[in-house]
């Protein structure tokens, strides 16, 4: 067994740090997370898990757990909001591909604690909660790092620290390491409704472009069926919270989109900025950076958290072997190049291009991107090139082959 204080040291217990815990505690890597708050975060983010997500978690259960809770998407639509449907895909053509041709809809805020429910049995995985990382320290043979605790501040000691803490992440802020590219303006709303789009012919995934407000589609399983279809649309520069979260102003935004004449029931609702930046270094000696803490993007497209998966999961096999002896530590650096290299090409530009296409104000401009989308949707050998770069099967191939 690898000596404690070779341990692998994790900041946030997210969905990205839990997993990359699992992996390593798997290949008998001891782990130490170390997670800010008393709990696991039960907010609603991500919810539309990609093929390649589905099988990188299958070989510890839990995607089969996913699956027994989840929405299964096999075909999802763009809409025009006056048009109706501009191209409907069917992730059956990924069938020869890949085991999982369909999305899966789960709030993150289920798989969670399905990660660390796994980690808590294994003797050498350790999540501690109320544990704030608020410095660090490397050098030669180890990192350490401080640790704001109820009880005062502690001290750990490792051979690695992964920063999976997120987008504000205080790691990539030690490391002094910029958070390049932008933030847009305007942010999303996030609305979620008990009215069943499907019957409205609504796919259980929808983006609906509209120059004044296009608006993102899921349906999500919530507590069980039948579910809750959530919604997110923009919101203007100048719009306050306050006036963007009253009822009246959920309701006009939903009345826009799908009119009808009683009031729709609004189970969340809440407010998001958004951002597409990627850190300048993924890696600065013993620290590693994945997920959010190494890159954000708008969630058209539902790139963000499938992206930190596929960081999770590579990962933790390079630092696996590292740790073990196998693999000299610039094996890290190929982890570096492959998922910083994928989140700039098929990350950011897939996802800048989503919001474009939804929110394109030139009716030429538009008319001929449906065009093109409707001759794609309808040769199945283009639609399934299409169906390859939105499924991450692309941005993940692409990896692979970066040596
Ligand atoms: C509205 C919305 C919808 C989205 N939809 C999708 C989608 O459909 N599909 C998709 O793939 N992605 C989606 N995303 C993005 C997705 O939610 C994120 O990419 C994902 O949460 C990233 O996981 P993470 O583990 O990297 O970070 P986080 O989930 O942010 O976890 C970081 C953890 O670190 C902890 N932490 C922070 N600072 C410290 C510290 N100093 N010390 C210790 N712990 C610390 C935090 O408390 C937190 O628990 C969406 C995001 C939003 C906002």
């Known amino acids: 067994m690898i000596p404690i204080d070779q341990r692998v040291i994790i900041a946030g217990a997210g969905p990205v740090g839990l997993l990359a815990a699992l992996a390593l505690a798997k290949q008998d890597v001891p782990v130490l997370v170390l997670e800010a708050e008393p709990m696991l975060a039960h907010d609603l983010r991500a919810g539309s898990f990609h093929p390649p997500s589905l099988e990188l978690m299958a070989p510890y259960g839990i995607t089969e757990e996913m699956q027994a809770i989840g929405i299964r998407v096999p075909r999802w639509q763009i809409r025009d909001r006056r048009e109706g449907v501009i191209a409907e895909w069917d992730l059956g053509l990924l069938a020869d591909e890949t085991p999982y041709p369909y999305r899966l809809h789960l709030e993150q805020h289920r798989l969670t604690p399905m990660i660390h429910r796994r980690l808590l049995p294994i003797p050498h995985a350790e999540v501690r909660f109320n544990a704030r990382v608020v410095d660090l320290d490397q050098d030669a043979d180890g990192v350490w790092v401080v640790v704001e605790t109820p009880h005062g501040i502690e ?53 609906v472009a509209d120059p004044e407000q296009w608006a993102a589609v899921f349906h999500m399983p919530d507590a069980g069926p039948p579910g809750l279809w959530r919604m997110a649309f923009p919101v203007p520069v100048d719009e306050s919270d306050e006036d963007t979260l009253a009822p009246d102003a959920v309701e006009r935004r939903m009345q826009y989109l ?95 291009q989503n919001l474009k296409l939804l929110t394109e104000r030139n009716a030429e401009a538009r008319r001929e991107r449906f065009e093109e989308l409707r001759r794609t949707a309808a040769d199945p050998g283009r639609a399934k090139q299409y169906l390859l770069q939105s499924s991450m099967i692309a941005s993940m191939r692409r990896a692979a082959a970066i040596p």
């Open 258 to 352: 799908y009119p009808r004449p009683e009031r729709y029931t609004v189970r969340y609702k809440s407010i998001y900025k958004v951002h597409q930046r990627v850190a300048k270094e993924f890696r600065r000696g013993r620290c590693l950076l994945g997920g959010d803490a190494a890159h954000l993007n708008n969630p058209l497209g539902a790139f963000g958290l499938n992206g930190g998966i596929h960081d999770a999961m590579n990962l933790a096999e390079k630092l696996g072997r590292v740790c073990r002896g196998e693999a000299d530590e610039s094996l890290l650096d190929l982890y570096v190049r492959q998922r910083r290299t994928v989140n700039i090409d098929y990350v950011q530009e897939g996802s800048i």
């Open 155 to 207: 001290r750990f000691e490792g051979g690695w620290l992964i920063g999976a803490d997120g987008g504000r992440s205080t790691v990539r802020k030690l490391l002094n390491v910029e958070f390049e590219g932008f933030t847009w303006p305007e942010r999303f709303v996030v609305v979620s409704t008990t009215f069943d789009f499907a019957q409205r012919g609504y796919t259980s995934n929808a983006y």
